[in-house]
């Protein structure tokens, strides 16, 4: 696979978020800020990049009966690593966090491109592929909470952006089913732009 491919799937045609729906729990949960999303798309990436590199480097040497367990224990290392300089250098971001940065050890996306992917291809391509991974899921999750944010609190970056008090925020959007609504509208927006780029192509053909 060419770099280019590999790194732009992940943004593109295999998003976690908006294509591939995995690790779906924290994007509900944490996506009422765009500071919250910022944090955890940031500490995601770091671990999805890490640990796939480390596994690239070391697939060779796991025995096939244990990569599994392996592979768990070289991403909860990593993640102790982030939680812990979180703690200590983001505090007010990791309190907002909360249990949902030492959950990215069971997260499928960090998991499912270390057997997907990293335990079959060099570091580079490993390095490139969670990337790729990492901003998509990072751009995913800040565009969901950037919409939440807006209408549920009426600021973003914790920034007022409605003059003269001209939309009202609607609380629905900061609590649990907001989650669900803005998630299923912007899936169905994205679909929706699918199927016109594919009636286009059939169209020209």
Same mark, same amino acid.
């Given at each position: 696979?060419?770099?280019?491919?590999?790194?732009?799937?992940?943004?593109?045609?295999?998003?976690?978020?908006?294509?591939?729906?995995?690790?779906?729990?924290?994007?509900?949960?944490?996506?009422?800020?765009?500071?919250?999303? #910022?944090?955890?798309?940031?500490? =995601?990436?770091?671990?999805?990049?890490?640990?796939?590199?480390?596994?690239? *480097?070391?697939?060779?040497?796991?025995?096939?009966?244990?990569?599994?367990?392996?592979? +768990?224990?070289?991403?909860?290392?990593? &993640?102790?690593? &982030? !939680?812990? *300089?979180?703690?200590?250098?983001?505090?007010?971001?990791?309190?907002? *966090?909360?249990?949902?940065?030492?959950?990215? &050890?069971?997260?499928?996306?960090? #998991?499912?491109?270390?057997?997907? =992917?990293?335990?079959?291809?060099? &570091? =580079?391509?490993?390095?490139? !592929?969670?990337?790729?991974?990492? +901003?998509?899921?990072?751009?995913?999750?800040?565009?969901?909470?950037?919409?939440?944010? =807006?209408?549920?609190?009426?600021?973003? #970056?914790?920034? !007022?952006?409605?003059?003269?008090? %001209?939309?009202?925020?609607?609380?629905?959007?900061? +609590?649990?089913?907001?989650?669900? +609504?803005?998630?299923?509208? %912007? *899936?169905?927006?994205?679909?929706? %732009?699918?199927?016109?780029?594919?009636?286009?192509?059939?169209?020209?053909?």
């Amino acid at each position: 696979m060419k770099t280019k491919q590999n790194f732009l799937k992940g943004i593109f045609s295999e998003n976690p978020v908006f294509v591939l729906m995995l690790g779906m729990c924290p994007v509900l949960a944490i996506t009422t800020s765009i500071m919250n999303a #910022l944090g955890m798309g940031v500490a =995601f990436t770091i671990v999805l990049i890490m640990s796939n590199v480390i596994i690239s *480097l070391i697939r060779k040497l796991i025995p096939n009966e244990v990569r599994i367990p392996a592979y +768990i224990v070289v991403i909860a290392t990593l &993640v102790t690593i &982030v !939680d812990m *300089l979180m703690h200590a250098f983001t505090f007010s971001i990791y309190e907002s *966090l909360g249990i949902f940065i030492p959950l990215i &050890v069971v997260n499928c996306v960090v #998991l499912g491109r270390a057997e997907a =992917f990293a335990s079959k291809n060099n &570091v =580079f391509a490993s390095f490139i !592929d969670a990337l790729g991974m990492g +901003i998509g899921y990072t751009l995913a999750i800040t565009i969901l909470s950037a919409i939440r944010e =807006f209408f549920g609190a009426g600021t973003l #970056l914790g920034y !007022d952006v409605t003059p003269l008090n %001209l939309i009202q925020p609607a609380t629905i959007f900061i +609590i649990a089913p907001g989650a669900f +609504i803005t998630l299923g509208l %912007l *899936l169905g927006g994205i679909n929706a %732009l699918k199927n016109a780029r594919t009636k286009s192509a059939e169209v020209k053909e």
